[in-house]
C-alpha cells in the first residue's frame, strides 16, 4: 500500500512527508547542551551549597563540645598560715670592733676589722592573705642557730686575736608579694635580734689570761630587708629561696678579763650578708 502511494504521489508529483515531520524544525532550533548544562549545573550548585552548610554545621558543634569539655583551672591561692624549716649561710659582711672610743677614738689601732662566715638552721611560719589582681601580704617570723664566726687579728697589735660569734638570730618582717599563679617573687623588711659572745685573747703576753682572754655577750637589735622568690609545689608544700641584709645598731659592751684585773670597753657594730633555703607547709 505504501509503495503504491509512494508510486502515485511520484507519479503525480507529489512530494511525501512522513508523519509528525513539523517538529523536526523546532527541534534543530533547540540548544540541548545548553539546556542540559543549565539543568545539572543547578543541580551541582544546590549539592554544593548543602554539603558546605552541613561542614560548617559540624565544624562549630566540635568547637562547641571542646568549650563545654576544657574547663578553666583554678589559679593558686596563697592565703592561710604556713610553717617551715630553712638552713642559710652568712657569706660575708663586717663585724667591727672598736676599743675605748673614748680614749683612743674610733679609729684605733687596737679595733677589730673581721669577715663573719659560717652556717645555720632554724624555723619559720607566718600568714599571707592574697588580694585581687595578685598582690600577697604577710607577716613572718624566724629563729636559726648556727656557727657564724669572726675570727681575727687586731688591726696593727697582731698578737692579740679575737673571735666573735652569733648564737642566734630572730627576725619580725613583713612581706610583699605578686603571685603568677603557683610562683611568687617577693620583699621582706622588719626587726633582727641577735645573741653575740666576744672573746679577745694575747698570744704574746704572759701576764694576760691563756685559758680565756677577755670575754662579753649581748644582745644586739638591728633591721633586715631581704627579697626572695617562693614556689608551689602543691597545694600544701611550697618551696623558696632567699636573700638578706641585717645591719646591728652600735653596741657598747664591756669585756672583763678572767683574771677580774681590769675591764675593756668596747662597741661593736655587726652587718650581715646571708642566702637561704626553705620548705614550708600551708595549712
Keep these: 500500500m505504501s ?11 507529489i512530494r511525501y512527508r512522513p508523519r509528525y515531520s513539523w517538529a523536526f524544525p523546532v527541534l534543530l532550533r533547540m540548544n540541548w547542551a545548553e539546556s ?11 549539592n554544593c551549597i548543602i554539603a558546605s552548610a552541613l561542614l ?14 576544657q ?18 649561710y652568712v657569706a660575708g659582711g663586717k663585724v667591727n670592733h672598736a676599743y675605748d672610743i673614748a680614749q683612743y677614738g674610733e ?29 600577697v ?20 697589735a697582731t698578737s692579740f686575736m679575737s673571735n666573735t660569734k652569733l648564737d642566734w638570730i630572730g627576725t619580725a618582717r613583713a612581706r610583699v608579694g605578686y603571685a603568677f599563679d603557683r610562683f611568687m617573687p617577693y620583699i621582706a623588711g622588719g626587726l633582727s635580734v641577735a645573741r653575740f659572745r666576744f672573746g679577745e685573747v694575747n698570744v704574746d703576753h704572759s701576764d694576760f689570761p691563756s685559758t680565756g682572754a677577755s670575754t662579753a655577750s649581748g644582745t644586739m637589735t638591728g633591721w633586715t630587708i631581704g627579697a626572695g ?29 678572767e683574771s677580774n684585773s681590769w675591764e675593756d670597753p668596747w662597741t661593736a657594730r655587726v652587718r650581715t650578708h646571708d642566702v637561704r633555703l626553705g620548705v614550708a607547709y600551708k595549712f
Excluded: C, H
Aim: glycine share 16%.
Design 3 to 13: 509503495s503504491r502511494l509512494s508510486v502515485r504521489s511520484v507519479q503525480k508529483g
Design 36 to 46: 542540559l548544562a543549565r539543568v545539572f549545573g543547578d543541580i551541582i550548585m544546590k
Design 56 to 69: 560548617v554545621a559540624s565544624i562549630t558543634g566540635a568547637k562547641a563540645a571542646d568549650v563545654v569539655v
Design 71 to 88: 574547663e578553666p583551672v583554678a589559679a593558686y591561692n596563697w592565703s592561710g598560715i604556713y610553717v617551715g624549716g630553712q638552713i642559710g
Design 107 to 135: 679609729d684605733s689601732q687596737w679595733n677589730y676589722r673581721l669577715n663573719p662566715k659560717g652556717g645555720f638552721g632554724g624555723v619559720f611560719g607566718g600568714y599571707n592573705y592574697q588580694l585581687d589582681g595578685g598582690v
Design 137 to 156: 601580704l604577710g607577716v613572718e617570723g624566724d629563729l636559726v642557730w648556727g656557727n657564724v664566726k669572726a675570727d681575727g687579728a687586731n688591726v696593727s
Design 229 to 257: 622568690a617562693e614556689y608551689a609545689v602543691t597545694e600544701n608544700w611550697t618551696v623558696r629561696g632567699e636573700y638578706r641584709y641585717t645591719q646591728y645598731g652600735k653596741k657598747d659592751f664591756t669585756a672583763t678579763p
